[in-house]
Nanobody, 121 residues
Framework: QVQLVESGGGLVQPGGSLRLSCAASGRIFSINAMGWYRQAPGKGRELVASISSGGNTNYADSVKGRFTISRDNAKNTAFLQMNSLKPEDKDVYYC???????????????WGQGTQVTVSS
Protein backbone atom coordinates (compact mmCIF):
# COMPACT_ATOMS: atom_id res chain seq x y z
CA GLN A 1 0.00 0.00 0.00
CA VAL A 2 0.93 3.68 -0.25
CA GLN A 3 1.79 5.63 2.86
CA LEU A 4 2.36 9.35 3.36
CA VAL A 5 4.24 10.30 6.51
CA GLU A 6 4.26 13.92 7.65
CA SER A 7 6.54 15.66 10.08
CA GLY A 8 7.63 19.14 11.10
CA GLY A 9 4.55 20.52 12.79
CA GLY A 10 4.62 22.13 16.19
CA LEU A 11 4.27 25.33 18.15
CA VAL A 12 5.73 28.58 16.91
CA GLN A 13 5.31 32.24 17.76
CA PRO A 14 3.93 34.74 15.26
CA GLY A 15 6.58 35.65 12.74
CA GLY A 16 8.37 32.35 13.17
CA SER A 17 8.99 29.57 10.70
CA LEU A 18 8.32 25.87 10.31
CA ARG A 19 9.13 23.34 7.63
CA LEU A 20 6.76 20.48 6.97
CA SER A 21 7.86 17.37 5.16
CA CYS A 22 5.87 14.58 3.56
CA ALA A 23 7.47 11.34 2.44
CA ALA A 24 5.50 8.99 0.21
CA SER A 25 6.43 5.34 0.20
CA GLY A 26 5.06 2.00 -0.84
CA ARG A 27 3.87 0.64 -4.14
CA ILE A 28 4.24 3.83 -6.15
CA PHE A 29 4.45 3.85 -9.91
CA SER A 30 4.50 7.61 -10.40
CA ILE A 31 3.49 10.78 -8.58
CA ASN A 32 1.70 13.43 -10.60
CA ALA A 33 1.41 16.09 -7.93
CA MET A 34 1.77 16.69 -4.22
CA GLY A 35 0.20 19.33 -2.07
CA TRP A 36 -0.62 20.58 1.37
CA TYR A 37 -4.12 21.22 2.68
CA ARG A 38 -5.35 22.52 5.99
CA GLN A 39 -8.59 21.88 7.78
CA ALA A 40 -10.28 23.59 10.68
CA PRO A 41 -12.69 21.64 12.91
CA GLY A 42 -16.04 21.19 11.22
CA LYS A 43 -14.82 22.51 7.89
CA GLY A 44 -13.52 21.03 4.68
CA ARG A 45 -9.93 20.87 3.63
CA GLU A 46 -8.62 23.83 1.68
CA LEU A 47 -5.60 23.90 -0.58
CA VAL A 48 -2.56 25.67 0.80
CA ALA A 49 -0.01 24.84 -1.86
CA SER A 50 0.58 22.25 -4.54
CA ILE A 51 3.34 21.27 -6.91
CA SER A 52 3.16 19.16 -10.04
CA SER A 53 5.67 16.64 -11.25
CA GLY A 54 6.96 19.29 -13.63
CA GLY A 55 7.45 21.83 -10.86
CA ASN A 56 4.39 24.00 -11.46
CA THR A 57 3.18 25.49 -8.17
CA ASN A 58 -0.03 26.98 -6.85
CA TYR A 59 -0.65 28.81 -3.59
CA ALA A 60 -3.59 30.06 -1.65
CA ASP A 61 -3.71 33.84 -1.67
CA SER A 62 -3.44 33.91 2.11
CA VAL A 63 -0.02 32.24 2.09
CA LYS A 64 1.46 33.51 -1.15
CA GLY A 65 4.82 35.12 -0.54
CA ARG A 66 5.20 33.47 2.85
CA PHE A 67 5.03 29.75 2.11
CA THR A 68 7.10 27.81 -0.40
CA ILE A 69 6.38 24.29 -1.60
CA SER A 70 9.09 22.11 -3.07
CA ARG A 71 9.71 18.45 -3.78
CA ASP A 72 12.46 15.92 -4.16
CA ASN A 73 11.21 13.62 -6.90
CA ALA A 74 13.94 11.06 -6.32
CA LYS A 75 12.83 10.64 -2.71
CA ASN A 76 9.08 11.08 -3.29
CA THR A 77 9.11 13.83 -0.71
CA ALA A 78 7.41 17.22 -0.58
CA PHE A 79 8.23 20.13 1.68
CA LEU A 80 6.35 23.19 2.82
CA GLN A 81 8.51 26.01 4.12
CA MET A 82 6.34 28.33 6.19
CA ASN A 83 7.74 31.74 7.05
CA SER A 84 6.23 34.77 8.75
CA LEU A 85 3.62 32.60 10.38
CA LYS A 86 0.44 34.22 11.62
CA PRO A 87 -2.12 33.09 14.20
CA GLU A 88 -4.53 32.53 11.30
CA ASP A 89 -2.22 29.79 10.02
CA LYS A 90 -3.03 27.60 13.01
CA ASP A 91 -4.58 24.41 11.72
CA VAL A 92 -4.07 20.74 10.99
CA TYR A 93 -2.07 20.38 7.79
CA TYR A 94 -2.51 17.36 5.56
CA CYS A 95 -0.22 16.15 2.83
CA UNK A 96 -1.84 14.94 -0.37
CA UNK A 97 -0.40 13.05 -3.29
CA UNK A 98 -2.02 12.30 -6.60
CA UNK A 99 -0.26 9.20 -7.78
CA UNK A 100 -0.46 5.95 -9.61
CA UNK A 101 0.29 2.86 -7.56
CA UNK A 102 1.61 -0.46 -8.74
CA UNK A 103 -1.41 -2.24 -7.27
CA UNK A 104 -3.87 -1.03 -9.90
CA UNK A 105 -2.03 1.54 -12.04
CA UNK A 106 -4.91 3.98 -11.63
CA UNK A 107 -4.49 7.57 -10.51
CA UNK A 108 -5.83 8.33 -7.06
CA UNK A 109 -5.50 10.71 -4.13
CA UNK A 110 -3.71 9.66 -0.98
CA TRP A 111 -3.55 11.54 2.30
CA GLY A 112 -1.20 11.81 5.21
CA GLN A 113 -2.36 11.60 8.80
CA GLY A 114 -2.14 15.34 9.41
CA THR A 115 0.23 17.39 11.50
CA GLN A 116 -0.72 20.18 13.90
CA VAL A 117 0.63 23.66 13.36
CA THR A 118 0.03 26.05 16.23
CA VAL A 119 0.89 29.74 16.09
CA SER A 120 0.58 31.46 19.44
CA SER A 121 -1.37 34.66 19.77
Amino acid sequence: QVQLVESGGGLVQPGGSLRLSCAASGRIFSINAMGWYRQAPGKGRELVASISSGGNTNYADSVKGRFTISRDNAKNTAFLQMNSLKPEDKDVYYCNARLRSTTDYVDGNFWGQGTQVTVSS
